[in-house]
């Protein structure tokens, strides 16, 4: 049971107000284990559970600002690789559940 904190930091404006450079947070577990344990990773860094992406999907995630970033990885998210390695656990949840 893991949380991974990526590092694309990709810059961009969410509505009128949130300016930020963003990654994503997500779970290596399949289905509804790893949909629990990324809910409650996220209520630990204040994020609301209605600001999921892709919820029910291998590429369930939530997207996360550059200071929430931080936060997690103190809060103990690994750190990986935007690219290959959230591909690598997208593509293991898919072989694990199936399409």
């Known amino acids: 049971m893991t ?3 990526d590092d694309m930091r990709l810059v961009a404006t969410v509505g ?3 300016d930020g450079v963003w990654s994503h947070l997500l779970s ?3 289905g509804e284990p790893g949909r629990r344990e ?3 990773f996220a209520a630990d860094l204040g994020l609301e559970a209605r600001w999921i992406q892709n919820a029910g999907t291998h590429t369930e995630h939530f997207d996360v600002t550059e200071p929430t970033r931080q936060r997690a ?3 103990g998210a690994v ?3 935007y690219g ?3 591909a690598a656990i997208t593509r293991a949840k898919r072989e ?3 399409p």
């Open 3 to 5: 949380v991974y904190v």
């Open 16 to 18: 009128p107000v949130v």
């Open 28 to 30: 290596d577990l399949p």
């Open 38 to 40: 990324l809910l409650a």
């Open 73 to 75: 990885l103190a809060l």
């Open 79 to 81: 750190p990986i690789r």
């Open 84 to 86: 290959r390695a959230v």
């Open 96 to 98: 694990i559940t199936g």
